[in-house]
């Protein structure tokens, strides 16, 4: 079994370690990761966290923050470069900042995603109550008891009241209509993810909370 463990990277960290990503797109993303969490945030805050590994090699990078009541983890980003991926370092990675985030007690997470990552999402039992105003799909959710391994048990067993919480007015505000104001490209990309999230698509069961 390997020994994973977390590395937090200051600003100057990532930067040196992006210099051993090969992969031009991985980069590319990276390099927008910086600078986005340059100007939302700074390094001040949390950051980012490595998965590495015994020989302290970095496998894969998240981006998050818990915000200062602790009611949400946000993810931001996670990425793996393209030469290491299909090992599990995401879900790895993921799972750990999930147990981290319990241990502080945080009570919610909430992320969005591209319609290229779904897959990764839905295989962990993720559900989306929407897209938000740039067309990504909004996911809003408790936090199970036990971590990332409890989240498909729950959106399965829960209902939708249980899964919105106190949270109806947050997750309606950041979803309401805005699938309607997509281009058109951006319309036929919606309906195929649509029918691909199935269930897990909850647009309507908000809708009917709300009516």
Not at 30 to 38: E, K, P, V
Not at 80 to 105: C, P, W
Not at 148 to 159: I, K, P
Not at 182 to 211: A, P, R
């Amino acid at each position: 079994m390997p020994n994973y463990h977390l590395e937090r990277l200051s600003r100057e960290n990532y930067i040196s370690s992006l210099e051993t990503i090969e992969d031009p797109r991985t980069l590319r993303f990276a390099n927008m990761s910086l600078t986005w969490w340059d100007k939302q945030f700074g390094w001040y805050t949390q950051g980012c966290i490595a998965l590495t590994d015994e020989e302290n090699t970095h496998l894969s990078y998240i981006f998050f923050k818990i915000d200062r009541y602790k009611e949400y983890i946000t993810v931001h980003n996670i990425f793996t470069q393209y030469s290491m991926r299909r090992n599990g370092y995401a879900h790895e990675l993921l799972k750990m900042v999930f147990d981290f985030a319990i241990t502080e007690n945080v009570k919610r997470f909430k992320l969005t995603s591209i319609s290229n990552s779904l897959d990764f999402y839905l295989s962990m039992g993720f559900t989306y109550w929407g897209v938000n105003s740039v067309g990504d799909y909004y996911c809003d959710l408790p936090m199970p008891l036990n971590g990332l391994d409890g989240v498909e048990s729950m959106t399965e067993s829960s209902d939708t009241a249980t899964l919105i919480g106190k949270k109806f007015e947050t997750i309606h505000a950041k979803v309401v209509d805005n699938e309607t104001n997509l281009s058109d490209s951006k319309t036929v990309t919606y309906k195929n993810d649509v029918e691909k999230m199935g269930e897990s698509y909850m647009l309507n069961e908000l809708m009917d909370i709300k009516n």
